[in-house]
């Protein structure tokens, strides 16, 4: 079965810095990939998708992804973090065998300091 | 512009009562899922739909139920409230005609059985 591990339950940085928040996969084959953002009180929103098309995927807000195979990972990265990114992040990879259902990671919540 | 929408925003109920959910798209998506959240588990698979009169039961689908009788609505049914149903509860809708779509995630129900 696939899942995906995210490392780390809170994650806080100061205004500015590198924002690195950490996925895992674990898939028998090759894996949709997806990171969605919360923000406080709302819904999930896609961030960005993997599907084979490029292993470094762009996003909205500045954010990208890097798909690596040789570490089942799919971290998710943004050079200068902004306030206005504090919220929850989920990383979701699509089961397989045709099925249209995401199996999702518990979250990171991301915290800046001004 | 295209939408999904939950209703009520928030619910307060007793044990014992039946409760329903509304959620309602108007993407005109055939996928439509509902999950509930809660600290510490992430997101819940409860039930999901590929169509109208198509339901499926999640990895948390005891005590709750759906029916699916057109496109844009996919109420979920509480049968008799349970305190450990305290939750947020979130509508999802997709496409269906690739893998790789996009969940569209409604704002969210929040729950209080008391």
């Known amino acids: 079965a696939q899942s995906v591990t995210q490392l780390g339950s809170h994650v806080s940085v100061s205004e500015g810095a590198l924002v690195l928040l950490r996925c895992n996969y674990s898939?028998?084959?090759?894996?949709?990939l997806f990171w969605y953002v919360q923000y406080p009180n709302q819904g999930l929103q896609l961030l960005l998708k993997?599907?084979?098309?490029?292993?470094l995927v762009k996003g909205i807000n500045g954010f990208e992804a890097e798909f690596k195979k040789s570490e089942t990972s799919f971290h998710l990265t943004k050079p200068s973090a902004h306030m206005s990114d504090a919220a929850e992040y989920f990383c979701?990879?699509?089961?397989?065998?045709?099925?249209?259902?995401?199996?999702f990671g518990r979250g990171t919540s991301l915290i800046v300091h001004p | 512009d295209a939408e999904i929408t939950q209703s009520p925003r928030h619910k307060i109920t007793e044990t014992g009562r039946q409760v329903t959910l509304a959620c309602h798209q108007t993407?005109?998506?055939?996928?439509m899922f509902w999950y509930r959240q809660d600290l510490g588990h992430g997101l819940r698979l409860i039930h999901y739909?590929?169509?109208?009169?198509?339901?499926n039961k999640g990895e948390v689908s005891d005590g709750y139920s759906v029916s699916r009788s057109n496109t844009e609505d996919l109420p979920l049914t509480l049968e008799s409230a349970a305190s450990s149903q305290t939750s947020v509860y979130f509508c999802?809708?997709?496409?269906?005609?690739?893998?790789?779509?996009?969940?569209?995630f409604g704002p969210g129900t929040r729950l209080t059985v008391l």
């Open positions: 999802a809708s997709s496409e269906g005609a690739e893998l790789t779509d996009t969940q569209y």
């Open positions: 898939s028998s084959v090759p894996p949709y």
């Open positions: 993997y599907t084979s098309a490029a292993t």
């Open positions: 979701a990879v699509r089961k397989g065998g045709g099925s249209y259902i995401p199996t």
């Open positions: 993407w005109n998506h055939n996928n």
């Open positions: 739909s590929y169509g109208v009169h198509d339901t």
